[in-house]
């Protein structure tokens, strides 16, 4: 006879006094090692995220681009850094209205409000891109939740509100930069 | 063999010939251990605050005070608080940098060109004669030891954090921030 316990989202086993030492240990063994991966990892795994923009052209990063992400879980708290680069030919800041969308490495928990509306999501983190061509060209801005595996970027440019796109905070091209970091509660 | 060790925390799992007198023993290391990555000590340490053309100095009464905490393993979470002070602050001068409480992950990509390490953090800067000139700033990784920061100025374009960005730091202006890493 045995029990597992769920609530925790490790899915422990728990053993009864009907079990026989050998199921103790074998299940005592399973647990720590689900423990010991789960908490001692300090595991840092690499990602690669998918830029794109939903419903219209999509960018393309060119030859030679870098997108690249860290992330740690701690439990379900995903902490996620993520970094591109446009590359230096072949650059598409593609087309549309729609903004630019960078994927998770974990789902979000669906409990979180996603939304594709700038200001109608969560807000999970913040952000910086760069416009290599003009140095006074740096802006700031927030992470927000575009739904349970996407993110999407808002920065204030010329001081209105504005996602992140083809054309905001400026017209992306060969060199551009864009870093963010978010911390999201993820699904284990 | 009575006993072998998760690879990662060295939590000690019995097999059927350890003696079950040495279980309890067991567990009880297992359970210390797995309880002290649960716990979270604040602690202080003074970051060092440089300019890469000059060092800037604190004025009379002015601080600088920075407390660290492990959240996870080698995941480090770090506020900073820096008041300029009163007479005598110097604001030095070039692209300004505070150190962290220890290395971080290479993986962080630090970078002393914007945009090109992660950003880890933000911060508000505040400029004590002008509310309009204070802003917020995202936090960059600058290095495997420091860290610097990005602004954003609207429609007259950004810079790093620096002696005169996002204003000509003088005497009891304030900056607040927050960073979290990946420890090396």
């Known amino acids: ?188 | 063999m009575g006993t072998t060790t998760t690879p990662n925390l060295s939590l000690i799992k019995p097999d059927l010939s350890e003696p079950i007198p040495n279980w309890a023993t067991q567990n009880e290391s297992n359970c210390d251990t797995i309880d002290a990555f649960f716990s979270y000590t604040e602690t202080d340490y003074s970051p060092t605050w440089t300019g890469t053309g000059g060092n800037p100095s604190l004025g009379s009464g002015g601080s600088i005070s920075g407390r660290w905490a492990s959240l996870w393993p080698k995941l480090i979470r770090v506020e900073i608080q820096i008041d300029c002070g009163g007479a005598g602050f110097d604001a030095g001068s070039g692209v300004y940098e505070l150190t962290t409480p220890s290395t971080m992950n290479a993986v962080m990509d630090a970078s002393e060109s914007a945009v090109r390490g992660f950003i880890i953090g933000t911060a508000i800067c505040i400029d004590i004669n002008s509310n309009s000139n204070s802003c917020t700033m995202a936090v960059r990784a600058r290095s495997s030891t420091t860290i610097g920061g990005i602004l954003e100025l609207g429609a007259t374009g950004g810079s790093t954090w620096g002696n005169s960005s996002p204003f000509s730091w003088a005497q009891d202006d304030r900056i607040s921030l927050y960073f979290v890493y990946l420890e090396a």
């Open chain 1, 1 to 188: 006879m045995t029990t597992r316990i769920s609530n925790s989202g490790i899915d422990l086993i728990s053993t009864t006094k009907a079990n026989q030492v050998r199921n103790f240990v074998t299940y005592n063994d399973l647990n720590l090692n689900k423990i010991d991966n789960l908490i001692g990892t300090g595991v840092v795994s690499s990602f690669t995220p998918t830029l794109s923009s939903p419903q219209d052209e999509p960018p393309s990063l060119g030859d030679n681009s870098i997108i690249k992400g860290q992330w740690i879980r701690m439990i379900n708290l995903v902490f996620y850094w993520g970094r591109l680069e446009f590359g230096d030919a072949n650059v598409e800041a593609g087309s549309g209205s729609n903004w630019f969308t960078i994927t998770l490495p974990i789902p979000a928990d669906p409990g979180l409000r996603a939304d594709q509306t700038i200001g109608e999501g969560a807000t999970v983190g913040n952000c910086a891109m760069r416009d290599i061509s003009d140095v006074n060209n740096l802006q700031t801005g927030t992470v927000q939740l575009h739904s349970t595996t996407t993110v999407m970027f808002a920065t204030n440019h010329s001081n209105n509100q504005r996602a992140v796109r083809h054309n905001v905070p400026f017209t992306w091209n060969e060199g551009d930069l864009l870093a963010w970091m978010t911390v999201y509660p993820g699904v284990i």
